[in-house]
């Protein structure tokens, strides 16, 4: 029995000569969650609206939720858009309720489960407010709420951390997880790579519209091979780069993520570091989403 909630076979998608999707492939089994990565332009929110029907592909073929789409099935999905948008006069609470009638909630019970969800969230001073009188950081939580209160069995969530505090990025990180663990599939872009890399069980990375990389994580970086350090420390590292058996290294002031073209070098390294910084933590590691992110980005545009 297939178990994937979406399938994409194909796509494309061209605007004024230009194609901006070309024969995008990718499936969502159930309860997962996949990371849709690459940088702006890449194609990632042309491909979430032509699985919402908001675009119409040029060709290809989506089935989701096991058929084509319909307008029935919105119901059954919870949507995040990139550019977010609200009534601005309609009152906080209000506002939950009518957006979760449209998708066949009673009112007694989106009214109630609203309330959870604005306390949860800490906005539950605000429920009598005007959306016009919310911050942005606020109006970006509302939204997510209003995306998830009907319990929808996929969520699409485009960009779903974009204006958040680290500690709301925190509390949506975990809501995320909720509904994996409810059987909720999950599909979402973001440029937070630490927060993606938590969370996905597996990705799809498009540049140009195309796709370079897709499969379980695990997987993806198990390719690329244990020939990385990370490295925590104080003092100047811009020797580190040109060592000779340093393949690559990506600096964030104190820490760094060093790629070896061979792992035997690491004892050499760990010898040259110590002689010229003070080192707060050694550690062999796998590539992070990050470098995987940024290679394949790089390689992208030599092509």
């Known amino acids: 029995m297939n178990d994937n909630v979406l399938m994409l076979n194909e796509l494309v998608k061209d605007f004024n000569g230009k194609r901006a999707v070309d024969r995008i492939s990718m499936s969502l089994a159930k309860g997962q969650i996949l990371g849709l990565l690459g940088p702006n332009g890449a194609g990632k929110t042309t491909t979430i609206r032509m699985v919402?029907?908001?675009?119409?592909?040029?060709?290809?073929?989506?089935?989701?939720?096991?058929?084509?789409?319909?307008?029935?099935?919105?119901?059954?999905?919870?949507?995040?858009?990139?550019e977010r948008g609200l009534?601005?006069?309609?009152?906080?609470?209000?506002?939950?309720?009518?957006?979760?009638?449209?998708?066949?909630?009673k009112t007694s019970v989106s009214r109630e489960r609203g309330r959870e969800m604005l306390k949860r969230f800490d906005l539950d001073a605000y429920e009598n407010k005007k959306v016009e009188e919310l911050s942005k950081g606020m109006a970006q939580k509302l939204q997510f709420i209003a995306t998830i209160l009907h319990s929808p069995e996929l969520l699409i969530l485009d960009e779903p951390f974009a204006g958040?505090?680290?500690?709301?990025?925190?509390?949506?990180?975990?809501?995320?997880?909720?509904?994996?663990?409810?059987?909720?599939?999950?599909?979402?872009?973001?440029?937070?790579?630490?927060?993606?890399?938590k969370i996905v069980d597996s990705l799809v990375m498009i540049n140009n519209g195309r796709k370079v990389l897709d499969g379980r994580l695990a997987d993806?970086?198990?390719?690329?091979?244990?020939?990385?350090?990370?490295?925590?420390?104080?003092?100047?590292?811009?020797?580190?780069?040109k060592l000779p058996y340093v393949k690559s290294a990506k600096d964030y002031g104190r820490e760094m993520e060093i790629e070896l073209d061979n792992i035997a070098a690491k004892d050499r390294l760990?010898?040259?570091?110590?002689?010229?910084?003070?080192?707060?933590a050694f550690q062999l590691?796998?590539?992070?989403?990050?470098?995987?992110?940024?290679?394949?980005?790089?390689?992208?545009?030599?092509?």
Do not use: W
């Not at 675009?55 to 099935?73: A, N, R, V």
């Not at 009534?87 to 909630?105: H, N, P």
């Not at 796998?286 to 394949?296: A, K, V, W």
């Open 220 to 241: 993806i970086k198990s390719r690329y091979g244990k020939k990385f350090v990370h490295i925590e420390y104080a003092g100047d590292a811009g020797f580190v780069a």
């Open 87 to 105: 009534y601005r006069k309609l009152k906080v609470l209000d506002t939950l309720c009518f957006l979760a009638e449209l998708k066949g909630m």
């Open 270 to 280: 760990l010898r040259d570091l110590m002689a010229k910084l003070t080192l707060d």
């Open 52 to 82: 919402l029907n908001i675009i119409i592909p040029d060709s290809g073929t989506i089935e989701i939720l096991g058929q084509k789409f319909s307008e029935k099935m919105k119901d059954r999905i919870g949507y995040l858009p990139e």
């Open 285 to 303: 590691s796998e590539p992070s989403l990050q470098h995987i992110f940024l290679r394949n980005v790089q390689e992208g545009e030599k092509a």
């Open 164 to 197: 958040l505090d680290p500690v709301n990025i925190e509390l949506v990180k975990d809501i995320i997880l909720e509904k994996k663990r409810e059987g909720v599939s999950v599909i979402f872009s973001t440029h937070l790579m630490d927060y993606a890399e």
